[in-house]
Nanobody, 128 residues
């Protein structure tokens, strides 16, 4: 069973930065689609960013482009990070990491939230 564990959440002030980490216990294939999602209180879950671990395909939601960066650990492909800069109060929420087959990263399918393996989430709270 694939285990997905997020870490790095916490509190920050608007304009600050946080870095989230996602560790995946194993990949069924050589590469996967790994994505970050978030859910603010009272709102639906939304896709934030995705990365294809076997290449250079990266995708972002418009709301975070230019502020967030998703990356993969070059030495440890089982770890994916989300660097969040210029944080805003509206970035507050529970952030989830999820994995899916390679194809999910293409055509924006990942943003539908139809991923296979999910972590339990990590809370991010941004104050103004």
């Amino acid at each position: 069973e694939v285990q997905v564990v997020e870490s790095g959440g916490g509190s920050a002030q608007a304009g600050g930065s946080l870095r989230l980490a996602c560790h995946v216990s194993e990949y069924a294939d050589d590469s996967w689609c790994v994505a970050w999602f978030r859910q603010a209180p009272g709102q639906e879950r939304e896709g934030v960013a995705a990365i294809y671990t076997g290449g250079h395909l990266i995708d972002y939601a418009d709301s975070v482009k230019g502020r967030f960066t998703i990356s993969q650990d070059n030495a440890e492909k089982n770890s994916v990070y989300l660097q969040m800069n210029s944080l805003k109060p509206e970035d507050t929420g529970v952030y989830y990491c999820a994995t899916g087959p390679t194809g999910y990263c293409f055509g924006g399918y990942w943003s539908s939230g139809d991923m296979l393996n999910w972590g339990k989430g990590t809370l991010v709270n941004i104050s103004s």
